[in-house]
Each structure stands twice: as structure tokens, then as C-alpha cells.
């Protein structure tokens, strides 16, 4: 299901929703599509000093309305740039702890908070070989991390067929055991809710479900148990102002269709 | 799951990482003079011998080397390997052209907005061809240990994670300084190097404009460079900028001017990609993906006499929106 109103589309509500859920001041690194588009909405709004990372090379750009590019690589990810280095140091910087939160799509995530943009299926024999990694592995291994997409039960499952990008690995202390030892899942922003991790477990927690969602809603859409405290706060629809601004940001609805 | 020597594929499993004295005495073998290196596209595509291991610059849809990949194609080439950062279009030529079938990278698809390959997940799906997924920084690190003359680099991603579980050669290791868990990923010294710039002198000194991606330590790590430029400069015009100059000489072994070198994809300040034209392709594969790849080759690859020719079949019109694009970044 998406909630989707008359004001706005389901992929906008998770744009505006993730532009939220940035603080200004943060040394951002974001991929390509709503969290390129969202990190860019935040610097309009309410975090005009949100510093954006691009695995292309680029540090603190401003993206051109209406000139939003296809991938973190090409010259329009470069406008109005403080600086431009090759991509290993610019992944670097992520390993050296410059980053407060690392900003990305998904397209099947699990109950631990681990992404899978590799294969669907077993890796020997998938039913859909996807892109792969690309700077997924390296940004969810060494920072904080925030995951737009929509929730749908075919998205979320329990455990994904493949860990592209690492999670809570198997829940527990098995993150830290693995050998990444700093960073981690921190939220995942959906169509539905704002979602969470339980500290000691590392499983998936409801924090907030957005207007006219219920708890029941978000546990349907979601092919595992979630942790739903009994009370839930809900967050404040999209403003006209948040609105206006993500539509002159992406007119063509390249990433907001 | 692939370990060495098992592979159920026949894939061209060439080692990229050489002992050092090895590497040395290439290097050394090499002529490192200041000399003029200018030769056509055939001409360097001779310096490409069939299994050699291939590394590309650029990342996704910019700087792609693509002159020099339509060359190889053209050339039918066999058994090359390919890396690079992020593979967009090229690899499904390399694939279905069949010079190669064995490509590292991090991230294989045209780019996101055209959604996944549909020629990638038929050769890899179908057991065709190989897609080694690394994850991004280990590539970098991988090419920045070959151009640092070590054998490998440590890092502190991957780890816990399947892209690790799959790759066989990855270690571990205890760091003896501070006790942390820690992996390591070995060098990757290609044997030749494909790199797209804005300018070289015909000496092969380098000048890049904007995001240079892995390129520096691509060409420090390859065993040979073959450039391809927008516009060859004299080498009085290095000297005035000297800070400019990205890949020395001596690490050059062929300049071949391609103006358009990318075409249909980015080279900064000079084009931007050229969408429709990407739209065509991802049209042309949606449906009947193996079809509709044969039929681009055909078109744009074995029909055209000359570079020339190919850029005249994506169309002037095309070219020129693209370039006024392109030169946006500077113009507004």
C-alpha cells in the first residue's frame, strides 16, 4: 500500500520525509536518487548547511533545480562545489570519520537492517542478478546511516537473500564481531513510517508512522515482525512549502514519478 | 562460490597482482622517454594483446573510454578482462560483442534511471559471463596499492558482508598495532590502462578537468596507458601549467586524439551525456535484450568506417546539445 492523497505522490512523502530527517550542520554522503534529491531538498529548507558527499568525488555541491543527475558521477553533481577529488578519497573520508550520516535507496532490506542490491535469489543461481554494491558496502560499513525506500513486503523481509550492504549482520553483538565497529543502521525512512533499530538486538523498530497510518498498516506491509511500542507519534504531513520546493528541485519527476 | 580454479565458467581468470621485482622490471622495460606517442585508434588498439587485463576509466557515464572500447570491439579482440570503478553501457558491449567476459566492478547497469541491465543480467543470469562485484573503495584502494608498488592495502569495509563471503582473494587480519579486525585487498596492476582526458601534449602528459575518479592511480598502477584526448595540446602549453598535469608522460604509451572520445557518454566542461541516445539503447534492450544489442552493435559498431562516421550516426544535432550542456558548467 502507499499513502498517496491528492497533495502529494508516495515517493514525494518519502522525499520530504527523508529531507526531514536531516540536521543541518551534517556532513552528508548521499546516493543517487531520492537520497540525492532529498539531501538537496534539506539544504533548501530547514538545513541550509548540510554538506553533501557524492561518491563521484564531489564535497559540498548544490545540485541544480530541474538538472538532477542520473548518477552520483557526472558534472551536475559538481555545481557549486567546494572541492573535487577522485572517489577513493571521498570514500576515504568515510573511513577516516568525517561523515555524520550516509543517505541511500534500497531495494530489499531485513529485519537487521542489512541491504540487498546484488542478487535475487542465491548468489550461484539468481533468479535476478541486480547492479551490485557500487559505494553502498563502504558507506553502510563505515557510518550512521539512513535508508529511504518505499515498504512494501517484498522489500522487507526477513532475512535478504544476499548482504550487499551490512546491517545489524545477523542482530546481537555480530556487527561489531564482524569487524566493523563503527556506524550502523540508524533509520529507515518509508512511505509508511520512520523506522528504527532496537539497540540490543539490532531488529527493526517503529518509531513514528506518518497521517492515516496505523500500526497494523505498517506490520502488513512489512514481511517480518516489527517492534511497535504502544504509543506511536505520527509526523506532520508535507507542507506546501516542502511541496513546492522538492517540485522545483525535480519538475520532470525524474526521481519523484 | 567462484574460488579460484573451480569457476564453472571458462572465464579469463588473469592475476592482477604481481610480485613486485616483476612489476619493477616491466616498468623499467618500458621506454620512459619524452617522446611523441600520437597514433591513430587502430593503431593503438595493436597495443591490446587478446587476454590482457583491461582497466577503464571514468566512472559510469563519464569519461568512458568508448573510442578505444569500439575500437577493441571492432577489432574482435578475445579473452580480455575488464575493471572499473562503476560499468554503465560499455559492459553489455563488452559482453555481447564477445571480446570479454569477465568484468570487475562495483555496480554494472546503464545508470539508474534506465533500471537494471537487461543484456548484464542475461549474461550473468544465464552463466555467460562473469560480473566480479567489489565493493567501490576496494577497487580504488585495489588500484591505488598497484600504483603504490605494495602488494596489497588494508581497509575497514566489506567485512561481514557477502560481497566479501564471495571473493576468494580477500584477507583478514589482525592489525599487530592496535589488535582491530581489518581486511586486506590485493593490488590490481592492469596490464593496460584505457583513459579518457580533456587534454594531453603528444608525450602523453595528461591535464584533467573535474572529477578524476581513479584514473591517477589506474595509470600508476597499469603496466601500460593508452590515451585518448579531446584535443591535442604542445607540450609548451604543459609547461605553462604544469599543476594542471594529472599522468605524467612516462607513464604513456599511446595518444590518440578522439574528439567526442565518450560519446554517448560525459566529458566534463567539454559534453554532457547524450540522454536521448541512452534512451534509445535501453529501449532497443528492454524487451529482447540480446536482439536489441546485436542490432546496436551492428549499427554503431561494425557499420561505421571510421570514428568520424559513428559520431555522424548518433547525429550533429545530438553532439551539439550535449556540447552546449557540457560547456554549461563553465558558460553559466
Keep these: 500500500m502507499t499513502i498517496e492523497t491528492k497533495d502529494f505522490t508516495a515517493s514525494e512523502l518519502l522525499c520530504v520525509m527523508s529531507a526531514r530527517a536531516l540536521e543541518d550542520g551534517q556532513v552528508v554522503f548521499a546516493g543517487v536518487g531520492i537520497p540525492l534529491l532529498a539531501a538537496t531538498l534539506a539544504q533548501r529548507l530547514h538545513a541550509p548547511g548540510v554538506t553533501i558527499l557524492f561518491e563521484g568525488g564531489t564535497i559540498g555541491p548544490h545540485v541544480v533545480p530541474g538538472q538532477l543527475p542520473p548518477t552520483t558521477n557526472e558534472q551536475r553533481c559538481t555545481r557549486k562545489a567546494n572541492m573535487l577529488v577522485s572517489i577513493t578519497e571521498v570514500l576515504l573520508l568515510l573511513q577516516r570519520g568525517y561523515v555524520d550520516v550516509g543517505f541511500m535507496g534500497g531495494a530489499q532490506i531485513d529485519q537487521y537492517g542489512n541491504l540487498n542490491s546484488s542478487f535475487i535469489g542465491s548468489a550461484d543461481d539468481p533468479s535476478v542478478r541486480l547492479p551490485g554494491t557500487g559505494g553502498g558496502n563502504d558507506i553502510s560499513s563505515l557510518t550512521r546511516m539512513i535508508v529511504a525506500m518505499p515498504q512494501e513486503k517484498r522489500r522487507f523481509v526477513e532475512n535478504v537473500d544476499f548482504i550487499t550492504s551490512p546491517g545489524y549482520i545477523r542482530g546481537g553483538t555480530s556487527r561489531r564481531d564482524s569487524g566493523l565497529i563503527a556506524g550502523g543502521m540508524y533509520r529507515v525512512v518509508t512511505d509508511l513510517a520512520i523506522l528504527g533499530f532496537d539497540d540490543d538486538t539490532g531488529r527493526m523498530r517503529v518509531e513514528a508512522l506518518h497521517p492515516g497510518v496505523t500500526p497494523e498498516q505498517a506490520q502488513e506491509n512489512t514481511g517480518f515482525e516489527l517492534i511497535i511500542d504502544s504509543s506511536i507519534p505520527t509526523t506532520e504531513p508535507p507542507t506546501a512549502e516542502e511541496l513546492a520546493a522538492l517540485r522545483h528541485l525535480d519538475p520532470d519527476k525524474v526521481y519523484t514519478a | ?332
Aim: aromatic residues 10%.
Design chain 2, 1 to 332: 562460490m567462484w574460488a579460484r580454479g573451480e569457476s564453472r565458467l571458462a572465464v579469463m581468470e588473469k592475476d592482477v597482482t604481481q610480485e613486485y621485482l616483476s612489476l619493477r622490471e616491466q616498468t623499467q622495460s618500458r621506454d620512459r622517454s619524452l617522446r611523441d606517442k600520437v597514433m591513430t585508434l587502430e593503431e593503438a588498439c595493436d597495443l591490446v594483446a587478446d587476454g590482457e587485463h583491461v582497466s577503464l576509466g571514468g566512472s559510469t557515464a563519464s569519461r568512458t573510454p568508448f573510442a578505444m572500447v569500439w575500437a577493441l570491439i571492432r577489432a574482435r579482440k578475445k579473452n580480455l578482462s575488464f575493471s572499473r570503478s562503476i560499468v554503465s553501457t560499455e559492459g553489455d558491449l563488452i559482453f555481447a560483442s564477445g571480446i570479454g567476459n569477465h568484468i570487475l566492478t562495483s555496480w554494472f547497469s546503464q545508470g539508474i534511471v534506465w533500471g537494471v541491465s537487461r543484456v548484464m543480467r542475461h549474461f550473468t543470469e544465464n552463466k555467460l559471463a562473469r560480473f566480479e562485484e567489489w565493493s567501490h573503495m576496494s577497487i580504488g584502494l585495489r588500484f591505488r596499492a598497484g600504483a603504490m608498488g605494495v602488494p596489497f592495502m588494508p581497509m575497514r569495509s566489506m567485512m561481514g558482508s557477502d560481497v566479501a563471503g564471495q571473493l576468494d582473494n580477500l584477507e583478514e587480519m589482525t592489525c599487530p598495532f592496535t589488535g582491530e579486525k581489518i581486511l586486506l585487498v590485493p593490488a590490481l596492476n592492469p596490464d593496460v590502462a584505457l583513459i579518457h582526458v580533456q587534454r594531453c601534449d603528444p608525450y602523453g602528459n595528461a591535464q584533467l578537468d573535474g572529477l578524476t575518479f581513479m584514473d591517477i592511480d589506474m595509470a600508476m598502477a597499469a603496466n601500460r596507458v593508452i590515451l585518448t584526448t579531446e584535443r591535442i595540446i604542445s607540450n609548451d602549453q604543459i609547461r605553462r601549467r604544469p599543476d594542471q598535469t594529472r599522468i605524467p608522460f612516462f607513464t604513456v604509451d599511446a595518444v590518440v586524439e578522439a574528439p567526442y572520445g565518450c560519446a554517448p557518454h560525459e566529458c566534463f566542461g567539454v559534453y554532457e551525456p547524450l540522454f536521448s541516445h541512452m534512451d534509445y539503447y535501453a529501449e532497443l534492450t528492454r524487451k529482447e535484450p540480446m536482439e536489441g544489442v546485436k542490432t546496436y552493435l551492428d549499427e554503431y559498431y561494425y557499420a561505421p568506417k571510421s570514428w568520424t562516421e559513428y559520431l555522424n550516426l548518433i547525429g550533429l544535432e545530438k553532439l551539439l546539445d550535449a556540447a552546449r550542456r557540457g560547456r554549461s558548467i563553465y558558460d553559466d
